[in-house]
C-alpha cells in the first residue's frame, strides 16, 4: 500500500484535489441515518424528534450531546469495517487527517464549542420554561381569583340592582300618593276659594254700603281724617327717601284719605280692603286698590316691596292669629329700614274701652298700646314709637297736681286713639 510519506512528497496539486473529493465522496457514504455524521450532512428526519422540557428542539439536544463522553468528534479516527472497502476507505481517511493534521484541532475545539452553546441553550430553554410554566400556574390561580371575585360583584350588583328597582317602586308609590294627597289639597283650596268668594259675595251685597255709611257717621269729615293722618307723613317721607322706588301699601285703606295724604307728598302707594264700594271710591282717585281679605291677600306681595305698610283702624277687626300673620306678613314685605304704621283706638280711655270701641259691630277686642308694642317687638319689628291722638282738650280738667284730676285726666280724658311707629332694621 502507499505511504502518506510518498503520496504528501510526489502528488502534485491536482492529485491532491481529486484525493480530497474522493474522501468527501466516502464520508457522505458514510453518513447514513445511522451514522454519527448524519446530521452534520442530511439533517435529522421529523421521525428522530425528542423534546427538552417539553420544547420539540431536536438538532439542539443532539448538538448538546455531540461532546458527552464515547461521543466521537470531528477528526477522530471512524471505526474501521472488517471490509477491503472499509480498509480502503480507512487509510483515505488517515491520509486525509494528516494533509489536514494543523486544522483537525480547530475543528474539534470548534465542535465542542458548538456542543457547550447547545447544552448552555438547552438549560437556558428548560429554565424558561420552568419559569412559563409557573408563571401559568399563578396567572391560572389568578384568574380564578379574579373570576370567583368577578362572580361576587355580579351577585353584589344583581343584590343592588334589586334594591334600587325596589325603592324605585316605592319612590313611585310615594310620587303617586304625594301626587293624590295635592290634588285633593289642590281641589280643598279651590273649595275654600269659592266658600270665600261666595262669603265675600254675600257679606258684600247687604252690608258693603252700610259700612260706607258707617264712615260717614262715625268716622267724621274726609278732610279732618286727612288732616289728623298727617301726622305719620315725616315718618313716611324718611322711610322713602331711604328706599326710593319702592311704594306704600295700606292695609284696610277704606275710603283712602291717607293714600291721598301719601300721593300729595309724591309717595306712590296701594291698597287692600274687602268693601267694593270704598274699593270703587278708591279707584276714582287714582290708587291702585284691590279686594282681599286680610291676612291672604298679604301672601301674594312680593318680599322687601314696600317702604310703608300702614294700617289705621284695622287690627282691632282681627282675630288674634290673624292679627299676628298680618304683623308677620308686614315684616316679610318691608324692605329693611321701611316702617310700620298702626293706629287703633286707645283702650286706656274709658270712654273709648266701655262705650265707643263698640259703636262699630265688627271690633274683636281692644288693644292696649303696651300689649300691641310687646306683639310688634315680638315679630321683629324694633324703634317703636307710641303717638297719643285725639285729645279731647275741651274736657281735660286743670293740671294743678292734685292724684284725683290726674286719674280722672288718664282715664277719661286720655287720648281716644294711639298710633304706633315701628321700623324693620337693616340687614
Known amino acids: 500500500m502507499i505511504s502518506s510519506l510518498e503520496l504528501r512528497t510526489n502528488a502534485n496539486e491536482s492529485d491532491r484535489r481529486r484525493l480530497l473529493d474522493s474522501a468527501a465522496k466516502i464520508l457522505r457514504q458514510q453518513a447514513t441515518p445511522e451514522s454519527r455524521f448524519h446530521a452534520l450532512v442530511e439533517g435529522v428526519p421529523d421521525a428522530t424528534l425528542s423534546s427538552i422540557s417539553g420544547l420539540a428542539l431536536p438538532y439542539t439536544e443532539r448538538v448538546s450531546h455531540m461532546a458527552e463522553p464515547g461521543q466521537a468528534l470531528v477528526g477522530d479516527m471512524p471505526p474501521q469495517p472488517p471490509t477491503l472497502r472499509g480498509r480502503v476507505g480507512a487509510v483515505l481517511v488517515s491520509i486525509v487527517r494528516r494533509m489536514l493534521f494543523w486544522y483537525t484541532e480547530q475543528i474539534r475545539a470548534q465542535h465542542k464549542r458548538i456542543a457547550d452553546a447547545a447544552r448552555e441553550q438547552v438549560r437556558v430553554l428548560q429554565e424558561l420554561t420552568a419559569a412559563e410554566r409557573r408563571g401559568r400556574a399563578a396567572l391560572d390561580e389568578l384568574s380564578e381569583g379574579v373570576a370567583g371575585q ?101 292695609l284696610g285703606c277704606g275710603r283712602g284719605e291717607w293714600l291721598e295724604v301719601l300721593a300729595a307728598a309724591g309717595i306712590p302707594g296701594g291698597g287692600i280692603d274687602s268693601n267694593r264700594e270704598f274699593i270703587a271710591g278708591c279707584a276714582t282717585l287714582g290708587p291702585d286698590v284691590t279686594e282681599g281679605h286680610l291676612p291672604h291677600a298679604l301672601r301674594s306681595v312680593v318680599a322687601e316691596s314696600r317702604a310703608v305698610v300702614s294700617a289705621i283702624h284695622v287690627l282691632e277687626h282681627l282675630a288674634f292669629q290673624d292679627l299676628l300673620e298680618v304683623v308677620d306678613e308686614t315684616v316679610r314685605i318691608l324692605k329693611p329700614g321701611g316702617i310700620a304704621i298702626f293706629e287703633t283706638p286707645n283702650p286706656k280711655n274709658l270712654f273709648v274701652s266701655s262705650n265707643n270701641f263698640y259703636l262699630d259691630p265688627t271690633h274683636r277686642q281692644p288693644l292696649p298700646s303696651e300689649f300691641l308694642a310687646f306683639v310688634l317687638q315680638a315679630r321683629g319689628l324694633s324703634e317703636l314709637e307710641v303717638i297719643p291722638l285725639q285729645y279731647a282738650n275741651s274736657d281735660r280738667l286743670p293740671d294743678d297736681g292734685y292724684p284725683t284730676a290726674v286719674f280722672l285726666n288718664d282715664h277719661f280724658f286720655a287720648a281716644q286713639d294711639y298710633g304706633i311707629i315701628a321700623r324693620k332694621a337693616p340687614h
Open 150 to 250: 368577578l362572580a361576587g360583584l355580579q351577585d353584589e350588583v344583581a343584590r343592588v340592582a334589586g334594591g334600587l328597582e325596589a325603592a324605585a317602586g316605592r319612590d313611585q308609590q310615594n310620587a303617586d300618593k304625594i301626587e293624590t294627597i295635592g290634588a285633593e289639597m289642590r281641589s280643598l283650596l279651590d273649595r275654600v276659594s269659592a266658600l270665600e268668594k261666595l262669603a265675600g259675595s254675600s257679606y258684600s251685597s247687604g252690608l258693603d254700603h252700610f259700612f260706607v255709611q258707617h264712615a260717614e257717621a262715625f268716622r267724621g269729615d274726609r278732610e279732618e281724617i286727612k288732616r289728623r293722618l298727617a301726622v305719620y307723613l315725616p315718618y313716611a317721607q324718611k322711610a322713602y327717601a331711604d328706599a326710593p322706588q319702592l311704594p306704600a301699601l295700606d
